[in-house]
């Protein structure tokens, strides 16, 4: 079995072990045998798809026939191998799995906007998906710019909704004294100003999708006439007669704590259980720090435009970053970026480059440095790092891989195993 964050091979000499591991451990490929003593190839694999695994599974074997074959791919094996095994088929075959793999994996996260390989964020996805196909309304929670909106639109564009529209309010950017028209729209002179019909919102929507962001923002007064709006589906425009119906799916989100906001009066309990049906709760960039490379090196490509001299962190400064609360989360660490994409001209983007408040911020030491590496496993501290030495080292030798290996003193194959594990492209740094 390949594990996903080291380089080399877990052997089993046990079907069962193999179970207990794939229980606990993430692995990117199982390899099996079709005779064991303790269970055959075909209960393992059997066992494997029964646990709610989709990894692939290659059965390699000297006692098969075409039934053996056929018998393996319907209980989920993804490839088959007689022996005697040619090495280079066996490695064409194993590297077309794991790329399929690798590219699934990440397939959510970059088609939404989304870069993370954080567990936390993992399940994040799993979430979309799941609550994506169905209408119940969703509580997205988090700090602000860790990515709210992208969730909501990730679940609207899975939905079976993706065709209809999905209409955002920022209830805080709206003055309270306006939100009810916003929300409803008006009819012609219902008040001063009112010139003309408007449709709201929530009738502009139809069939789709509402967001209503930062949604703690709330004033009291109209949280009511939400929740008349999610118990029955039905409002009025102001000033109008005749009750209009809505067919939208209702998600919400805040940086508020909710609860803590019925207890001092600010927000509607009943409003916030007609909302608290599904719940997805993101994690603040501080909490998942190994992603902090991955984001860089991303709004970097994203905003350096047509600039030829390569650009690139440092591992002091991406460590200095890493230890940096972000109170901003992701969004701020995007506009640091997005400033030095466009105004840096040097290749190199060092630690005393970055702004004042983040060396200061970095600045605590061993106390520092130990919250931020305890705030991850070793498993991430080790591939954040080592994702990023790959990447300096393709960016100094301009995506040449052998000169990159020699940079690296490492031999040139192994080098390249690590560079297609990290799924680096060599042709971006060119």
Sequence with gaps: MLKPRYVGVTICGSPLRALHLLKHEPFDLLITTLVMRELSGFELIRRVRGQGLELPIMMITGYGNEKTAIEATRLGASDYLEKPVVPDELFARLSKLLTKQVSGRHELTRREGVISEHPAMKAVFEMVE????????????????????????????RSPRRKEPFVEINCAAIPNHLL????????????????????????????????????????????????QVLQSGQFR??????????????????????????????????????????????????????????????FLRLYRGTRKIPLGFSPDAILRMQRFSWPGN??????????????????????????????????????????????????????AFERQYLEQCLRVSRGNMAAAARQAGLDRSYYFRLVRKHGLKPVQFA
């Design 130 to 157: 799941a609550v994506a196909r169905n209408a119940s309304r969703v509580l997205i929670l988090g700090e602000t710019g860790t990515g709210k909106q992208l969730i909501a639109q990730a679940i609207h564009r």
């Design 180 to 227: 009810e028209s916003e929300f409803f729209g008006h009819e012609r002179g219902a008040f001063t100003g009112a010139t003309e019909r408007r449709i709201g919102r929530f009738e502009e929507a139809g069939a789709g999708t509402v967001f209503l962001d930062e949604i703690g923002e709330m004033e009291f007064s109209l949280q009511s006439k939400l929740l």
């Design 237 to 298: 425009r102001i000033g109008g007669q005749h009750d209009l119906q809505s067919h939208a799916r209702v998600i919400a989100a805040t940086y508020h704590d909710l609860q803590e906001e019925i207890e001092t009066g600010r927000f509607r309990a009943d409003l916030y259980y007609r909302l608290h049906v599904i719940t997805i709760m993101l994690p603040p960039l501080r909490k998942r720090v190994g992603d902090i490379p991955l984001l860089a090196e991303h």
């Design 330 to 383: 992701v969004r701020e660490l995007e506009h640091l970026v997005e400033r030095f994409a466009v105004l840096h001209e040097r290749p190199w983007i060092d630690a005393t480059d970055l702004p004042e408040r983040i060396l200061q911020d970095a600045g605590g030491g061993e106390m520092s440095l130990g919250a931020s590496i305890l705030s991850q496993k070793y498993s991430e501290a080790r591939t």
